[in-house]
């Protein structure tokens, strides 16, 4: 059975990424300035963030239509896909896979649509994992089964360096956003089931990494076997000590890493940045190899 993968542009995978791998990006919008852009598509990331400081008016953004994904969908099963499985940003952040799932009962082939429960590269090492072992000749339901599980152990740490773009959107209260600019207090989030919750508040840039690195420490035990994935705005660099911390506790597999998108960017503010670990048991790090 072939089956293709399927994800939207909130994954943050390059577009050579996608291509390398033969897998479909349908891409969210971003509206601003009286105009509607496809992220990732109309607009590059790393220009994006560039320009994001100097925007009087804070950028709003929109799920793809349900034609979008139908659209996609009918051209795999063209191209000789005999299933497809789309994989995608959480319900409780966008109704992104809603519009998939409508587009699902649309065409005439099994589509299975995943509710990815995470965002940006915690998607995208879902998307990974299916992509490699669609590869491979797993089955539809076979990839459906296992991503459904993994994405559960996801354990996806985010950090906005200014609370600005939190306040803009309605994530926290102007009051709020004040005190912590003030405090110099930055909120280190955890992504779970869907939805943002605070995990750790340090004071200072620079206690970010060593308290992503703990956080996941607490909950990880050594040695876990695993992928990675770093998501940030445009300076890997900057982030090397914490890949190397990551590298030195856990057995990782693999990395992923990539820009911040428009869309997310649009949330989080410029300078923001993420750690997404993805534990596997033995019989998955078995499948991976």
């Known amino acids: 059975m072939t089956v293709a993968i399927v994800t939207d542009s909130t994954a943050d995978l390059t577009r050579a990424w996608l291509e390398a791998a033969h897998v479909s990006m349908v891409p969210l919008l971003v509206e601003y300035a009286d105009e509607s852009y496809r992220d990732r598509i109309d607009l590059d990331p790393e220009e994006f963030l560039k ?3 100097d925007m009087k008016v804070t950028p709003h953004t929109a799920a793809p239509s349900p034609g979008a994904f ?12 005999d299933g497809v499985l789309s994989i995608h940003l ?21 589509v299975h649509v995943v509710d990815g429960e995470s965002a940006s ?30 994405k559960q152990r996801l354990c996806v740490l985010a950090a906005p360096v200014t609370l600005e773009y939190l306040a803009r959107g309605g994530r926290i209260g102007q009051a709020a956003r004040l005190v912590g600019t003030l405090l110099d207090m930055k909120p280190i989030l955890l992504l779970e089931k869907g939805s943002f919750r605070p995990a750790r508040k340090v004071r200072g840039e620079r206690q970010i990494a060593p308290a992503m690195l ?6 990880i035990p050594e040695g876990t076997p695993m992928l ?7 300076n890997r660099a900057a982030h090397q000590a914490l890949i190397d911390a990551v590298n030195a506790r ?12 428009p869309v997310i960017s649009s949330h989080v503010g410029p300078g923001a940045y993420g750690i997404i670990l993805l534990p596997l048991n033995e019989a998955e790090k078995a499948l991976w190899d």
């Open 214 to 219: 703990s956080f996941a420490a607490d909950r």
């Open 250 to 261: 856990f057995e990782v597999l693999g990395w992923l890493d990539g820009v911040i998108g």
């Open 70 to 81: 139908r659209e996609v969908y009918e051209a795999c099963f063209k191209n000789g896909a």
């Open 228 to 234: 990675a994935a770093l998501g940030h705005s445009g």
């Open 51 to 53: 320009q994001l400081p």
């Open 90 to 110: 959480g319900g409780g952040l966008s109704s992104t896979v809603r519009s998939a799932e409508v587009a699902a009962r649309m065409v005439n082939g099994p």
């Open 121 to 150: 590269l915690g998607t995208g090492l879902l998307v990974w994992w299916a992509q490699r072992r669609a590869e491979r000749g797993a089955s539809l339901e076979e990839l459906a089964q296992e991503v459904e599980a993994l």
